[in-house]
């Protein structure tokens, strides 16, 4: 009776230690599909061995009568301990980045890894085959002692954001190890409560790798928020930066004929004074209208990029206008002819300068692509609204060539580009993307179509 009742508790304690254990595996797999980081994959996949260790270790697998024979039972007791450590030095390698930054600790871990493989393979062949090969299961232990050398040594040598945690779970694991053999060997007085210390401190040792990889999770992303947003304010700048540029080429002309004007004027006032009244009253309005013309492509880059970054009603239409007015200059060299398939009533509700900023990189990135000498570049860009899937549709199409780039993705890599000048571009179609993404949620497409490339760009529509 009392027997049985030890039994039943023992029974008990490991349902609450497994269901623990698995709670933590599948919370693993959860942050695994969220994160997509696979530390977390490799955590999840050794606790659930941890855990058949542990139920194996203590008969509870036997006492469950699974159907598992016993030289299975046995298997997984040998076993698992080496396939444990492979897959702790998979999540040290993963962690710490080993092989970049840590050449020495990395050939050792290959050493490692390699040692375990040949311990499992043997123990496999003496479990299996030949029972004589059993007097080297010291190779198990011996293989997981250098182990444990090896990740403390890489938790006190390597620095990382949330090493301090994976240290402390080291120093715990290592620990319970040492007093749970001391007992066992009886150099210690031993104590009923040694035959869980070390599952105790597995266990404390799960909670605090998924503490420290939480903690280097958060760090990373919160470098890329702080990225994203200095791309953001980059994507602005570089935008400012081209206007500037093509708002340079339009002065030539007007600051041309102004400086002609005034040459002529100053030369007459020299030579031929008679003339200076007429030749004034012609030049004037010469030098005004230029002038006007100055004030008109200053007063359109203000308005352009003066506006708040909050959203607000504006026509799509005149935005792209306004855009291709400001490229006007490089329009003109690349002699691009536009269509713009959009209605003028239509009003969007959302960030007009990141809406613009995008337009421009898509233009601007066709432009950089069509010949100088060619009669025929041409741009379309059209503008509708599905009311079933509530969403602006963007298409934008050029007949530049096409993306030579495979696969034709990898243009939305940073610094992935096909131009000739590859130190000054790279980044504009990323931007666009995560300007499309991250700021508009929406999302965009690209195919090669008609000897050019096709952008499809959906925006969710946004309620005033």
């Avoid at 994160?35 to 260790?53: A, E, I």
């Avoid at 005004?288 to 009603?313: H, R, V």
């Avoid at 860009?381 to 034709?408: E, H, R, V």
Wanted: proline fraction near 2%; include cysteine; charged fraction near 15%.
């Amino acid at each position: 009776m009392t027997q049985n009742l030890l039994h039943s508790q023992k029974l008990i304690i490991f349902g609450l230690f497994g269901g623990v254990f698995i709670l933590f595996s599948i919370l693993s797999f959860i942050l695994y599909s969220i994160h997509r980081t696979p530390v977390y994959l490799v955590v999840g996949v050794y606790t659930l061995s941890l855990l058949l260790y542990t139920l194996s270790l203590q008969g509870v697998l036997y006492n469950l009568d699974f159907g598992i024979n016993l030289k299975l039972l046995t298997a997984i007791a040998w076993l698992t301990p080496s396939f444990t450590s492979i897959l702790f030095l998979i999540y040290t390698y993963l962690f710490f980045s080993i092989k970049e930054r840590y050449k020495k600790f990395y050939y050792v871990m290959v050493g490692l890894i390699s040692l375990h493989t040949f311990v499992i393979l043997l123990m496999s062949y003496a479990l299996f085959v030949d029972p004589t090969y059993t007097k080297y299961s010291f190779l198990t232990g011996l293989s997981i002692m250098f182990n444990t050398i090896y990740l403390l040594s890489a938790g006190i040598y390597m620095r990382e954001v949330g090493s301090k945690f994976y240290l402390i779970g080291q120093l715990i694991l290592i620990c319970a190890v040492v007093l749970s053999t001391l007992s066992i060997y009886g150099l210690i007085t031993y104590y009923d409560i040694y035959r869980h210390l070390v599952t105790t401190a597995l266990f404390i040792d799960i909670i605090l790798l998924l503490i420290a990889q939480s903690l280097k999770t958060k760090h990373h992303v919160n470098l890329l928020n702080n990225s994203k947003i200095a791309l953001l304010e980059h994507s602005r700048y570089s935008s400012i930066g081209l206007a500037i540029n093509n708002i340079t080429h339009q002065w030539k002309h007007p600051l041309s004929h102004i400086g002609l004007s005034i040459l002529m004027i100053e030369s007459l006032l020299k030579n031929k004074k008679e003339s200076l009244i007429p030749t004034i009253e012609t030049e004037l309005p010469k030098i005004s209208y230029s002038l006007n013309l100055m004030k008109k492509t200053i007063d359109e880059f203000s308005a352009y990029y003066s506006q708040d970054i909050t959203k607000n009603d504006f026509s799509p239409k005149n935005t792209i206008e306004h855009v291709i007015y400001i490229l006007n200059s490089k329009i003109l060299i690349k002699n691009a002819q536009f269509t713009l398939e959009i209605e003028d009533t239509l009003i969007m509700h959302n960030y007009e300068h990141i809406f613009s900023n995008i337009i421009m990189i898509l233009i601007d990135n066709s432009l950089d692509e069509f010949k100088i000498e060619s009669e025929d570049n041409k741009i379309s860009i059209s503008l509708t609204q599905d009311t079933l899937l509530k969403k602006y549709i963007l298409t934008f199409s050029d007949n530049a060539g096409g993306i030579k780039i495979k696969p034709i993705e990898k243009v939305f890599d940073y610094f992935s580009t096909s131009k000739e000048d590859k130190l000054n571009h790279g980044a504009g179609l990323a931007m666009a993307k995560m300007l499309i993404e991250e700021r508009l949620y929406g999302d965009i497409f690209l195919k090669n179509k008609n000897d050019g490339v096709e952008f499809k760009i959906f925006i969710p529509q946004e309620n005033n």
